[in-house]
């Protein structure tokens, strides 16, 4: 499954980046993302997330270990971060990885993130239920930003 929103706003490219370089600065914009813990130490910059979502009556959350595995900014302003599922259990787990790309604008900047999920299971509830997150965390980031 893959998913790519994107948002356009007068704020800056660095104003961007304080929301969306460190994923423990997540849940105050993205309902999806519960808790991001940072992982003290380790290398690379890693945290334990957990996802909660509403499905009808019941609640269902899954947690991760997410590093981040690219971090690139360029002298034109623009920004690169991607954050990768890696668990040190030794099991085979789905993939999730989240590819976040800022680029300056005349007026601003556009933030457009990519979702790849690779899980068998429930992809339709999953695709669904991460649609309507995206979209409220959209609105949600476009609030703060516009300040």
Same mark, same amino acid.
């Given at each position: 499954?893959?998913?790519? +929103?994107?948002?356009?706003?007068?704020?800056?490219?660095?104003?961007?980046?304080? =929301?969306?370089? &460190?994923?423990?600065? =997540?849940?105050?914009?993205?309902?999806?993302? @519960?808790?991001?813990?940072? &992982? $003290?130490?380790?290398?690379?910059?890693?945290?334990?997330?957990?996802? *909660?979502?509403?499905?009808?009556?019941?609640?269902?959350?899954?947690?991760?270990?997410?590093?981040?595995?690219?971090?690139?900014?360029?002298?034109?302003?623009?920004?690169?971060?991607?954050? &990768?599922? *890696?668990?040190?259990?030794? *099991?085979?787990?789905?993939?999730?990885? $989240? +590819?976040?790309?800022?680029?300056?604008?005349?007026?601003?900047? &556009? $933030?457009?993130? @990519?979702?790849? =999920?690779?899980? *068998?299971?429930?992809?339709?509830?999953?695709?669904s239920i991460?649609?309507? @997150?995206?979209?409220?965390?959209?609105?949600n980031l476009?609030?703060?930003?516009?300040?």
């Open positions: 499954m893959e998913l790519s +929103a994107s948002l356009r706003t007068t704020a800056s490219v660095t104003t961007v980046l304080g =929301y969306v370089r &460190e994923l423990d600065a =997540y849940p105050q914009w993205m309902p999806l993302v @519960h808790s991001a813990v940072p &992982e $003290l130490g380790s290398n690379p910059v890693a945290w334990m997330v957990e996802l *909660r979502a509403r499905v009808g009556p019941f609640a269902r959350s899954k947690r991760l270990r997410m590093v981040r595995s690219v971090m690139q900014v360029d002298a034109a302003q623009s920004a690169r971060i991607v954050f &990768e599922r *890696r668990e040190l259990d030794g *099991r085979a787990h789905a993939q999730w990885r $989240l +590819a976040v790309d800022i680029v300056p604008t005349e007026s601003g900047a &556009e $933030l457009t993130m @990519h979702l790849s =999920y690779d899980g *068998r299971f429930f992809v339709g509830v999953v695709e991460l649609r309507q @997150h995206i979209d409220e965390g959209r609105r476009g609030e703060l930003l516009a300040g």
